[in-house]
């Protein structure tokens, strides 16, 4: 398995604006995909956005976007406009061979 | 549809006991299945993949094992829980290349 680091536990952020979760991971392989994963206190795994390694041009998908620097494993989640259902636990999720590998997450917490 | 079921919800077991978790997916047919355990608070660590019927890979040496006796199901199995096996499963099928999807997850409490 590959080691995921995502440095901050806990991130609180207002209602309408913007938080940036870090992620870095360690590789050997040159293709993979990369994925964020969101958990609410459901526990319910939700995919939010999906990147593949040989692309340079960051994914997004509606709110949510990635800044992804695969030089430095490096790939960082961007939430915009923040609403309270963004709360949740989020996790980076590199693959290795085709497995995830998940890090320990960070908890987002949305104030109105 | 991609639809994961797994069961059950919640489940209380005490140490020494056995235990069958299920799971059965829907949709295309040979997926890639997982198995992944969190503990609370924390990441999910992969336990156990299967490329195919009775095809099964194990990540971490453990008091768990997994079987695929049918196309569309994974079942995950110990012959004697520990404490040390409580925390919530979550089963998966999928892939890079289309995603991941996952199961509503079980959360084993061993006492």
């Known amino acids: 398995a590959q080691t995921v680091t995502q440095s901050q536990p806990e991130m609180s952020v207002q209602e309408a604006e913007t938080v940036t979760l870090s992620c870095t991971y360690d590789t050997s392989e040159n293709n993979y995909y990369l994925f964020w994963y969101k958990q609410p206190p459901s526990r319910q795994m939700i995919l939010v956005i999906r990147q593949e390694a040989y692309k340079q041009q960051n994914a997004t998908e509606n709110r949510f976007s990635v800044n992804f620097q695969k030089a430095a494993k490096s790939f960082s989640l961007k939430i915009s406009d923040s609403q309270l259902g963004d709360t949740a636990m989020y996790f980076c999720?590199?693959?290795?061979?085709?497995?995830?590998?998940f890090g320990a997450g960070t908890t987002v917490t949305v104030r109105a | 549809s991609q639809t994961i079921h797994q069961w059950p919800a919640t489940l209380v077991q005490p140490v020494g006991s056995p235990l069958s978790l299920e799971c059965t997916v829907e949709?295309?047919?040979?997926?890639?299945l997982y198995w992944y355990r969190q503990a609370a608070g924390r990441g999910l660590q992969l336990l156990f993949y299967?490329?195919?019927?009775?095809?099964i890979s194990s990540e971490v040496p453990q008091n768990l094992s997994a079987s695929r006796p049918q196309d569309r199901q994974f079942i995950l199995s110990s012959k004697k829980l520990l404490l040390s096996d409580s925390g919530f499963y979550l089963c998966?099928?999928?892939?890079?290349?289309?995603?991941?999807?996952f199961g509503s997850g079980t959360r084993l409490t061993v006492v």
């Open positions: 299967s490329v195919g019927i009775g095809q």
């Open positions: 998966a099928r999928g892939g890079p290349n289309y995603g991941y999807t």
């Open positions: 949709g295309t047919s040979n997926p890639n």
């Open positions: 999720a590199p693959t290795y061979d085709y497995k995830l590998s």
